[in-house]
Antibody
Framework: EVQLLESGGGLVQPGGSLRLSCAASGFTFSNYAMSWVRQPPGKGLEWVSGISGRGGSTYYADSVKGRFTISRDNSKNTLYLQMNSLRAEDTAVYYC?????????????WGQGTLVTVSS | QSALTQPASVSGSPGQSITISCTGT?????????VSWYQQHPGKAPKLMIYEVSKRPSGVSNRFSGSKSGNTASLTISGLLAEDEADYYC???????????FGGGTKLTVL
C-alpha cells in the first residue's frame, strides 16, 4: 500500500522560509516522479512543483518559480519542498502526490497534507 | 482564475446521472490526452477517479466515466449515490511553462 506522509508545515512570517518533507513507502520511490499540490483554505487545487524519479528534471508553477525548490533523496524515500520568501498567498494545505514514471501525467496517490500559514 | 473552467456546482437525485464539464484550450485539454479527475471529500485528500481522459484506476466504480471532445473534457457519474457528494477537480498537462493545470472545482450535491 502506497503511503505518503507530509511534515514540516506551520506558522511562518511573511518573507520567511519553511521546508516541507514527504516520506514515501509502499512503492519503489526512485522509479516515480513526484509533485507538490496546494490548496488554500476554502479554495481549489493548485499544482506547485514536480520532479522526475531520479531528480534530474524539476518543474515549477510560475507563482512559485524562483522562491520554491523541489528535491528528493531516493536513499531516504523522501521528497522535499524548500519554500523561501513566503507570502500570505502561499497559505495553504500542501499535499505531496505520487506521479507516474514519466513526470506530470496524473497523481494516483496523495498524502494527507500539511498546513502552511504565512502571517505576521 | 483557474486555467480550466468547471461549473461551480451541480446536483442530482440518487440514481440519476450527472456530467461535469471541464473546458480548457488547445494548449492543454485540446492537445493532450492527459486529463485526470479527482474527488475530494471535506477535510480529506483528493482521490484519483479518472486518468488519461477515460481510464479508471483499480477500485473506482464503473459508475464514473470520462470523455473528451475538442477543448472540453467531461466526467459523468451514473446511478448517483449519497457518497458521491464531494468536490470534483479536473486536471490536464499543459504546454510551455505551465506544465499542469487544475480546474476550479465543482461541488456535487446529491439531493
Amino acid at each position: 500500500e502506497v503511503q505518503l506522509l507530509e511534515s514540516g508545515g506551520g506558522l511562518v512570517q511573511p518573507g520567511g522560509s519553511l521546508r516541507l518533507s514527504c516520506a514515501a513507502s509502499g512503492f519503489t520511490f526512485s522509479n516515480y516522479a513526484m509533485s507538490w499540490v496546494r490548496q488554500p483554505p476554502g479554495k481549489g487545487l493548485e499544482w506547485v512543483s514536480g520532479i522526475s524519479g531520479r531528480g534530474g528534471s524539476t518543474y515549477y508553477a510560475d507563482s512559485v518559480k524562483g522562491r520554491f525548490t523541489i528535491s528528493r533523496d531516493n536513499s531516504k524515500n523522501t521528497l522535499y519542498l524548500q519554500m523561501n520568501s513566503l507570502r500570505a498567498e502561499d497559505t495553504a494545505v500542501y499535499y505531496c502526490a505520487k506521479d507516474q514514471v514519466v513526470a506530470l501525467q496524473y497523481f494516483d496517490s496523495w498524502g494527507q497534507g500539511t498546513l502552511v500559514t504565512v502571517s505576521s | 482564475q483557474s486555467a480550466l473552467t468547471q461549473p461551480a456546482s451541480v446536483s442530482g437525485s440518487p440514481g440519476q446521472s450527472i456530467t461535469i464539464s471541464c473546458t480548457g484550450t488547445s494548449s492543454d485539454v485540446g492537445t493532450y490526452n492527459l486529463v485526470s479527475w479527482y474527488q475530494q471529500h471535506p477535510g480529506k485528500a483528493p482521490k484519483l477517479m479518472i486518468y488519461e481522459v477515460s481510464k479508471r484506476p483499480s477500485g473506482v466504480s464503473n459508475r464514473f466515466s470520462g470523455s473528451k471532445s475538442g477543448n472540453t473534457a467531461s466526467l459523468t457519474i451514473s446511478g448517483l449515490l449519497a457518497e458521491d457528494e464531494a468536490d470534483y477537480y479536473c486536471c490536464s498537462y499543459a504546454t510551455s511553462s505551465t506544465f499542469v493545470v487544475f480546474g476550479g472545482g465543482t461541488k456535487l450535491t446529491v439531493l
